[in-house]
């Protein structure tokens, strides 16, 4: 089974700090994703990534930036963390086998619950 | 638009069905899926159904797929109160990446 490990379950912070979310997956997938989830809004994607080091942004970018130095890991980081992104965060990965087209769920970890004070 | 619509909230008693639907967008989406999220916990893949097909069973689970329409159901037979959760509807946008819609909250009834 494919297994997204997201680091912190629950996590507080204060606002302007400087807020690392961390993600491994250990199925050598070549795609990873970060969302935030919002009641009434769903999943919206912040960041994702199809390779080691490479980047793309989402929908919903500002005030986030990612890395991914290792193809296993892909972190968010927020810069200055501020109220308005106290959120649930979700990393996903997913295979790149096959066609842009052919069956590639993601795999989703359990969320990392974040409260900006 | 941009936007995969689903149906905020949805009540059943156990043991009658239950049936979630979803619009969709983009014409051109391979694949569509259905995920559940159980309280405090991320997204799990329940199924999944390829645009070429109309329909997909799996145990309790029945997918219907209408592409004229862009209309996608997920029917839970004998619904039980473990079924609780959100369900999210999500479509295929190239590049692998997928759009979910806001999610339907199951409420199970005993």
């Known amino acids: 089974d494919v297994k997204v490990t997201q680091s912190s379950r629950y996590l507080v912070k204060r606002t302007g700090e400087k807020v690392f979310l961390e993600c491994v997956q250990d199925m050598d997938h070549e795609n990873m994703f970060w969302y935030r989830q919002d009641p009434g809004l769903g999943l919206r994607l912040i960041y994702f990534?199809?390779?080691?080091?490479?980047?793309e942004k989402g929908d919903i970018p500002e005030g986030y930036s990612v890395s991914r130095e290792k193809k296993e890991r892909f972190s968010l980081i927020l810069e200055s963390a501020s109220t308005n992104q106290t959120s649930m965060y979700l990393c996903?990965?997913?295979?790149?086998?096959?066609?842009?087209?052919?069956?590639?769920?993601?795999?989703f970890g359990d969320g990392t619950r974040l409260s900006i004070l | 638009g941009e936007d995969v619509e689903q149906s905020l909230f949805l009540s059943v008693r156990e043991g009658d069905s239950s049936v979630i639907n979803c619009t969709y967008t983009d014409s051109s989406s391979t694949y569509l899926y259905w995920y559940k999220q159980e309280p405090g916990a991320g997204l799990q893949l329940l199924t999944y159904i390829f645009s070429n097909m109309d329909m997909k069973q799996d145990q309790r689970l029945t997918v219907l797929l209408n592409k004229k329409d862009k209309h996608l159901s997920l029917r839970i037979a004998d619904t039980q109160t473990g079924d609780s959760a959100i369900y999210f509807c999500a479509e295929t946008r190239y590049g692998n990446k997928l759009v979910f819609g806001a999610g339907t909250i199951l409420r199970v009834k005993s």
């Open positions: 990534s199809y390779d080691v080091k490479m980047k």
């Open positions: 996903a990965s997913s295979t790149m086998l096959g066609t842009v087209d052919s069956n590639q769920p993601q795999h």
